[in-house]
């Protein structure tokens, strides 16, 4: 290969590659060109090729891979394929072979079901929506234990020492309900709904809160139930008048 | 109908196809085990590499990015697994260049190259080639693979697999001239 001439030794590393026809064109008309004037050239290429002939009888003599490998290795494709299958991707798969296997009638004919579910599940959650309160969250005081609902207020300031579960069993029993506070001294504003006497708890109805004939829950009746209780209330009064 | 594309069955067979994979197998099944005979010098190996590789191609399909062709692709696997074997060979087995190839039962390789034909001479020096040689000689004289292609298997510049072949031919003229037969070359 060592002559002066680069493009010839270049020329001779690719015979190889000309003589198996796995040559760029431009490099292999260069060499079609060599060869012509250069039988030296010509002769190393019938070297070349008597090596490739050599070696395809090499390699053709060495037969074929047995029947038993074969099926060594398909046997092992099945198992992964039975591990594929039990996965979470044979599920999909199958799903996708099953709409596969739909013809056009009736794979038209599921995706107009589904669009129609799906414009009815629309539907019914934008009517939910709209039908129900615009608001995202409610306060305590909203609706009928609001500060513009009906009933009776009172301003009730609780013992430093009654418990929780003191007051707790006393708004129950007397059927009031925290509206507003603690405010300043920690004064609570407890709302008596109208009618408590006859949706109230039914303590209030076994004892006498009752005022006179209409059955009505008397918001002195209630001051007296907690200032009665020792401990409950350092303060219970009526309030005269709207805190809003 | 057009026979598929080794892409084609590529794409089938990462969507877990096996009947593409068995098209694959049987285009290319013995293409790949003599490669990896010619590279381990022995057929039940060679069997039991050539089903890793298929089966790393039925795993590793979907991962196929076609920079490179499908043949060159499972000869790089391989000879990756070919050399992993050879490692783990006993180093009585680890070959320079076997000359055994040429030796026979009892004459000296010279005499027993001259009694042969020149074809069945070639024959011989070929198989003594180291392993480096002539896996470089069979991708390019019988795989047929172009100069980036090798490159690609043997993990090695353009520019090697060049020089590597011309050492390999050079060895082989050497190995041919040590039987009796001169080529004139190089």
């Given at each position: 290969?060592?002559?002066?001439?680069?493009?010839?030794?270049?020329?001779?590393?690719?015979?190889?590659?000309?003589?198996?026809?796995?040559?760029?064109?431009?490099?292999?008309?260069?060499?079609?060109?060599?060869?012509?004037?250069?039988?030296?050239?010509?002769?190393?290429l019938?070297?070349?090729?008597a090596?490739?002939?050599g070696?395809?009888?090499?390699n053709?003599?060495?037969?074929a891979?047995?029947?038993?490998?074969?099926?060594?290795?398909?046997?092992?494709?099945?198992?992964?394929?039975?591990?594929?299958e039990?996965g979470p991707?044979g599920?999909?798969?199958?799903?996708?072979?099953?709409?596969?296997?739909?013809?056009?009638?009736?794979?038209?004919?599921?995706?107009?079901?589904a669009?129609?579910?799906?414009?009815?599940?629309?539907?019914?959650?934008?009517?939910?929506w709209l039908g129900?309160s615009?608001?995202?969250?409610?306060?305590a005081?909203?609706?009928?234990g609001?500060?513009?609902?009906g009933g009776?207020?009172l301003?009730?300031?609780?013992?430093?020492?009654?418990?929780?579960?003191?007051?707790?069993?006393?708004?129950?029993e007397t059927?009031l309900?925290?509206v507003d506070?603690?405010?300043?001294?920690?004064?609570?504003?407890?709302?008596?709904?109208?009618?408590?006497?006859?949706s109230?708890a039914?303590s209030?109805?076994?004892?006498?809160?009752?005022?006179?004939?209409?059955g009505?829950?008397?918001?002195?009746?209630?001051?007296?139930?907690?200032?009665?209780k020792?401990?409950?209330?350092?303060?219970?009064?009526?309030?005269?008048?709207?805190?809003? | 109908m057009?026979a598929?594309s080794?892409?084609?069955?590529?794409?089938?067979?990462a969507?877990?196809d096996?009947?593409?994979m068995?098209?694959?197998?049987?285009?290319?099944?013995t293409?790949?085990?003599r490669?990896?005979?010619?590279?381990?010098?022995d057929?039940?190996?060679?069997?039991?590499?050539?089903?890793?590789?298929?089966f790393?191609?039925?795993?590793?399909?979907?991962r196929?990015?076609?920079?490179?062709?499908?043949?060159?692709?499972m000869?790089?696997i391989?000879?990756?697994?070919?050399l992993?074997?050879?490692?783990?060979?006993?180093?009585d087995?680890?070959?320079?260049?076997?000359?055994e190839?040429i030796?026979?039962?009892?004459?000296?390789?010279?005499?027993?190259?001259?009694?042969?034909?020149?074809?069945?001479a070639?024959?011989?020096?070929?198989?003594?080639?180291?392993?480096?040689?002539?896996t470089v000689?069979?991708l390019?004289?019988?795989?047929?693979?172009?100069?980036?292609?090798?490159?690609?298997v043997?993990?090695?510049?353009a520019?090697?697999?060049?020089?590597?072949?011309?050492?390999?031919?050079?060895?082989?003229?050497?190995l041919?001239?040590?039987?009796?037969?001169?080529?004139g070359?190089?």
């Amino acid at each position: 290969m060592t002559t002066t001439d680069p493009a010839r030794d270049e020329d001779d590393l690719l015979l190889p590659w000309h003589a198996t026809g796995r040559i760029d064109p431009a490099a292999g008309a260069r060499i079609e060109a060599a060869l012509a004037r250069d039988p030296e050239l010509a002769r190393r290429l019938d070297l070349v090729r008597a090596e490739r002939d050599g070696t395809v009888a090499v390699n053709e003599a060495l037969g074929a891979p047995s029947p038993k490998a074969r099926d060594t290795l398909f046997a092992r494709i099945d198992a992964d394929l039975a591990v594929r299958e039990r996965g979470p991707r044979g599920w999909i798969r199958r799903i996708g072979e099953a709409l596969a296997s739909l013809s056009p009638p009736m794979l038209a004919g599921s995706a107009l079901a589904a669009c129609a579910l799906l414009l009815l599940q629309a539907g019914l959650l934008t009517g939910t929506w709209l039908g129900g309160s615009t608001a995202t969250y409610e306060t305590a005081s909203l609706g009928e234990g609001g500060p513009s609902a009906g009933g009776s207020y009172l301003l009730v300031a609780f013992a430093p020492t009654a418990t929780a579960a003191q007051i707790t069993e006393a708004l129950v029993e007397t059927g009031l309900s925290v509206v507003d506070g603690p405010r300043a001294g920690g004064i609570y504003r407890l709302r008596l709904p109208d009618g408590a006497a006859g949706s109230g708890a039914g303590s209030i109805r076994r004892r006498p809160l009752v005022d006179g004939v209409d059955g009505r829950v008397s918001p002195g009746a209630v001051l007296d139930r907690l200032r009665a209780k020792p401990g409950l209330v350092v303060l219970a009064v009526p309030e005269t008048v709207p805190a809003r | 109908m057009s026979a598929p594309s080794d892409e084609d069955l590529i794409r089938r067979i990462a969507g877990g196809d096996r009947s593409a994979m068995q098209g694959l197998y049987a285009r290319h099944s013995t293409a790949v085990f003599r490669f990896l005979v010619r590279m381990v010098r022995d057929p039940s190996r060679a069997e039991d590499l050539m089903s890793d590789v298929f089966f790393d191609v039925w795993q590793q399909a979907g991962r196929f990015e076609g920079r490179s062709s499908v043949t060159t692709w499972m000869l790089t696997i391989a000879r990756f697994k070919a050399l992993s074997a050879l490692r783990r060979r006993p180093h009585d087995e680890l070959e320079p260049e076997l000359a055994e190839a040429i030796e026979d039962e009892a004459d000296t390789p010279e005499v027993t190259v001259q009694k042969a034909s020149k074809a069945e001479a070639m024959r011989r020096c070929l198989e003594a080639l180291s392993v480096e040689h002539r896996t470089v000689i069979d991708l390019v004289y019988y795989h047929e693979l172009g100069v980036e292609e090798v490159a690609q298997v043997l993990d090695i510049p353009a520019g090697t697999v060049k020089t590597r072949l011309f050492h390999a031919r050079k060895r082989l003229s050497d190995l041919l001239r040590t039987a009796g037969i001169d080529r004139g070359w190089p």
